[in-house]
């Protein structure tokens, strides 16, 4: 990833971070943002311990001026090789908010981040793409397959798949959904996979799953391990 540029949104935690990490590891400059800076500038001062380089910066997906900033400033020195929205909210208790009893307000608020939050994010990046970009939005089985108690965080994950499949449609950046299984963030509940484990999976889909076959579709886990054995 020598000299690319990528934005990686939510990375304070989880998977974000564990993707910031890696990529700047692998030589990327690396743009990454949350809710409060402070949350990200530990990451960021890894990334630079190791030798790579990434800036950061607050940001709040739910308001499409603060991603504008975000993008500009990504695109500084040159278009924009990787965006991957990440940033993500669950709401309840994972496993144990039924869809009939999510309140008004969290409804909206889960939406807003995880749906509207994924459009703003690809949308204030499009005039920065690179011709050759390639567009990150991470996913879950819960997007296709229904399971108790998952509220409307399954029902945002649906709509963002939506989102993959509308944008790779329309523009010429690859836009594919990224579902690494089970992983053990806040978003899950607990158990499942290191998010260190999985941020190898977004870097093969971020430079070496075939544009042809990643773009609009959504790469598992069964994939990337049939790709990198």
Sequence with gaps: MDGLTAVVTGASRGIGAS???????????VVVCARTREDVEGVVGEVREAGGEATALRADVRDERDVERVAAAAARDGPVDVVVANAAVAGGTP????LHEESYARFDDTVR????G???TV?????????DARVL???????????????????????AEGLVRGFAADLSATVTGVDPGLVDTGLSGG?????????????????EAPADEADGEVLGLRAWKRATR
């Design 113 to 116: 981040t995880n749906v509207r």
């Design 95 to 98: 496993g144990e908010t039924p």
């Design 191 to 207: 158990g499942g996979r290191d998010p260190a484990d999985v941020a190898p999976m977004f870097r093969w889909a971020a430079v």
């Design 19 to 29: 993707v910031a990490r890696l990529f700047g590891a692998e030589g990327a400059r």
């Design 123 to 131: 949308v204030e990046h499009v005039p920065h793409l690179a011709d």
């Design 118 to 120: 994924v459009f703003a």
């Design 137 to 159: 939005v991470p996913t879950g089985s819960v997007a296709r397959e229904g399971k108790p108690g998952t509220g409307a965080y399954a029902v945002s994950k649906a709509a």
